[in-house]
C-alpha cells in the first residue's frame, strides 16, 4: 500500500525545522565572518550569537552568561558529567555519581567511563511506569556524593521525572553537609525532550546544569546547548579554542545556534493548546490500537490529564508492545504503509539487545523486543492517529508470531 502523504510518528528522535526557524537559518547563512574576529563582518556574527545566547536564556529563565552552546545535545550532556566531574576526581581521587537506570547513553556512558578515573556510579530503579522516587536520591547518597543526573523526559516511553522534587532533595543534602563536608554536590538534567511539551524555567526546576537539543523542538540538527548556573565548576572537555568562554573549543555555528533560538522561544507560545490536543489525539491513536489490537501493552506511564508542567506521560508519546510482534519487522513494515516509527532512542539503534529502558520497567524478556515508540508531532490529526492504528493492525495480521 503506497500513500501520498506519510505519517510522521518519530518525533521523539528529531523533529522537522519550524518555517521561522528555517527561515533564520537562512538568513543568518550569509554571516560568514567568525564571531571570534573583530573586524566588521565577525563584528555582525558575534551580535546574532549573542542575540541566539539571550534569547535561549530568557526562554528557560536564565542568564546569557549561563548558557553554551554545543554541536549536539550529547556533547551538552558530555560537557556537564565529564566538566563537573573529572576535576573533582583529580582532586579527590574518587567520587560519587547517581543516575537513572533509564537515561539517555549519552549520560549512561561518560558516567560509565570515568570509573577508569575513580567514579563510582549508582543507577537508581524505576518503577513501572518508568518513573523515579524522589526518596531514592537521599537514600543513595554517600559522603562522596558529587553529581546527581536525572532527565526530565525519558526519550522512549515518554515518562516525565519528578526532577523539581529531586533537586529539592539534593539542595537539603547540600545544606545538611555546610560545615561538615566540603564537597559539593551538583545536579544535571537531561531536558532535550520536554520544551515542547513542558514548560521549563531553570529557576523552577532548581538545576545546576540543563542539557537542551535543537532538533527536537522544531530546530535544527548539530546545536544544542547546556546550561549551566552561575557558580558551578566547570572545564573544557575539547581543547584548541577558547571560545564559550573558554568551555567549548571550535568556531561557534552562528546560523545554526539562531535558528536554534527561534525555535525554543516559539515553542513557548500555544503551548497548553499544544499539549491538550496533542494528548487528545494520542489517547485516541491508543483507543483505536486496542480496538484493532486488544492485545497490545502499553509500556511506561498511563496516559493522564494533559498539562504542561508534566505529569507522567508526555502529550505526543506512547510506547506498546503487541505479543508475537518483532519491534524492528514492525517499524519495516510501517516504513512500507507510509508510517515513521522506532524501536528506541536514535543513539542506541544497532545494539542486539532489548532496550535498556524496557528491560529496567521489568518487562519480561519475551516481549523486550516487541516495543514500538510513537512519538507524535504538534497538529497531528485523528485521521493520522487512524492511518497508524489500521497500519499497524495490517502489520500484525502479516507478521505477528501466533
Known amino acids: 500500500m503506497w500513500f501520498k502523504k506519510r505519517v510522521y510518528a518519530d518525533a521523539a528522535a528529531a523533529t522537522p525545522l519550524s518555517r521561522r526557524s528555517a527561515r533564520e537559518l537562512v538568513r543568518l547563512l550569509s554571516l560568514y565572518g567568525n564571531a571570534g574576529a573583530i573586524h566588521r563582518e565577525g563584528v555582525e556574527a558575534k551580535k546574532a550569537l549573542e542575540k541566539a545566547r ?53 549520560v549512561l556512558e561518560p558516567l560509565r567511563m570515568l570509573a577508569r578515573e575513580g567514579l563510582i556510579t549508582t543507577e537508581l530503579g524505576v518503577d513501572a511506569e518508568g518513573l523515579l522516587f524522589p526518596s531514592a536520591v537521599p537514600d543513595a547518597t554517600r559522603p562522596n556524593t558529587t553529581f546527581v543526573s536525572v532527565q526530565l523526559v525519558n526519550s522512549e516511553i515518554g515518562a516525565i521525572e519528578p526532577v523539581r522534587e529531586i533537586a529539592k532533595e539534593v539542595r537539603r543534602i547540600r545544606a545538611a553537609r555546610e560545615g561538615t563536608n566540603p564537597l559539593p554536590i551538583y545536579f544535571h538534567t537531561d531536558a532535550s525532550q520536554a520544551p515542547l511539551w513542558i514548560a521549563i524555567n531553570v529557576e523552577k526546576l532548581g538545576v545546576d546544569l540543563m542539557t537542551l537539543d535543537a532538533q527536537k523542538v522544531l530546530g535544527p540538527k548539530g546545536i544544542g546547548a547546556l546550561y549551566v548556573r552561575r557558580g558551578t565548576p566547570i572545564e573544557s572537555i575539547l581543547q584548541g579554542g577558547k571560545q564559550e568562554r573558554g568551555l567549548r573549543g571550535g568556531t561557534e555555528n552562528v546560523p545554526q545556534a539562531g535558528a536554534f533560538a527561534t525555535a525554543l522561544v516559539d515553542v513557548k507560545k500555544g503551548l497548553d493548546a499544544r499539549v491538550r490536543n496533542t494528548a487528545a489525539t494520542r489517547d485516541y491513536l491508543w483507543d483505536e490500537i486496542k480496538k484493532f489490537l486488544p492485545d497490545a501493552v502499553l509500556n511506561g506511564p498511563l496516559p493522564r490529564e494533559a498539562k504542561p508542567h508534566g505529569v507522567g506521560r508526555v502529550a505526543n508519546s506512547l510506547n506498546i508492545s503487541i505479543p508475537g510482534l518483532d519491534a524492528e519487522m514492525a517499524v519495516v513494515s510501517l516504513d512500507a504503509l507510509g508510517i515513521s516509527a522506532s524501536t528506541r ?58
Open 345 to 402: 532512542s536514535a543513539c542506541t539503534i544497532g545494539e542486539d539487545e532489548p532496550s535498556h529502558v524496557i528491560q529496567a520497567l521489568g518487562v519480561p524478556p519475551h516481549m523486550a523486543g516487541t516495543a514500538i515508540r510513537l512519538s507524535l508531532l504538534p497538529g497531528v490529526s485523528r485521521r493520522d492517529a487512524r492511518r497508524i492504528a489500521r497500519a499497524l493492525f495490517e502489520t500484525a495480521s502479516r507478521y505477528k508470531r501466533t
Open 54 to 106: 539571550r534569547a535561549i536564556a530568557v526562554a528557560i529563565g536564565a542568564h546569557p552568561d549561563e548558557i553554551v552552546f554545543t554541536a549536539s545535545g550529547t556533547e551538552a550532556n558530555n560537557l556537564a558529567i565529564q566538566g563537573v566531574i573529572r576535576p573533582m576526581l583529580q582532586k579527590h581521587g574518587e567520587a560519587h555519581a547517581i543516575t537513572c537506570a533509564i537515561e539517555h547513553q549519552s
